[in-house]
């Protein structure tokens, strides 16, 4: 390519086009592709002019995302089965998922809101249990009571308190 045409290429790419001056920073490119992203004057006619077809639903009701979830799982099943099939599909070893489920773990349990709620709900679950929560208290109370040197000192505390004195 002579010198000439290289000169040639380059006034074509410095080009600016027609409308406002380029403005201090401003390129012919930058100014180039602003006038690409303005539609023209035709094309706003044409768009005015016709009515569309079909209403387009906005894009959180379309695809994938707006269908019934049984119909999601269907779809990514018969999807996970041909990868399997096909023996392209990650299978986890026992030690590949005991270390991802220790590092999920790792990085929830530091959100302590998240790990505070989810005790609070736990322990109001179990607490509406009466039966386990009875059980609870037998075995506690059972733990206890073998020790025989602590359920003296509370009969002693307890019969002081009543203004009862053993000897």
């Not at 044409?46 to 994938?64: H, L, Y």
């Not at 998240?114 to 609870?136: C, F, L, T």
């Not at 073998?146 to 505390?157: E, L, N, T, Y």
């Amino acid at each position: 390519m002579s010198d000439r045409e290289r000169q040639e290429g380059n006034e074509k790419v410095n080009e600016i086009p027609a409308g406002d001056p380029p403005q201090d920073g401003e390129t012919a490119e930058m100014i180039a592709e602003q006038a690409s992203n303005e539609p023209s004057e035709a094309a706003e006619t044409a768009s005015q002019d016709v009515e569309p077809q079909t209403e387009r639903k906005p894009a959180s009701q379309r695809g994938f995302a707006a269908m019934e979830r049984d119909k999601q799982r269907a779809i990514a099943s018969k999807g996970g089965r041909a990868a399997h099939e096909k023996g392209t599909a990650h299978e986890f070893t026992p030690d590949e998922a005991r270390l991802a489920g220790k590092k999920g773990g790792e990085v929830v349990s530091q959100n302590r809101k998240h790990m505070a709620e989810i005790g609070r709900k736990g322990g109001e679950r179990v607490s509406q249990d009466r039966e386990h929560m009875a059980q609870i208290g037998r075995k506690g109370g059972e733990a206890v009571s073998s020790d025989r040197a602590h359920m003296a000192q509370i009969g002693r505390k307890g019969g002081e308190a009543r203004g009862e004195h053993h000897r």
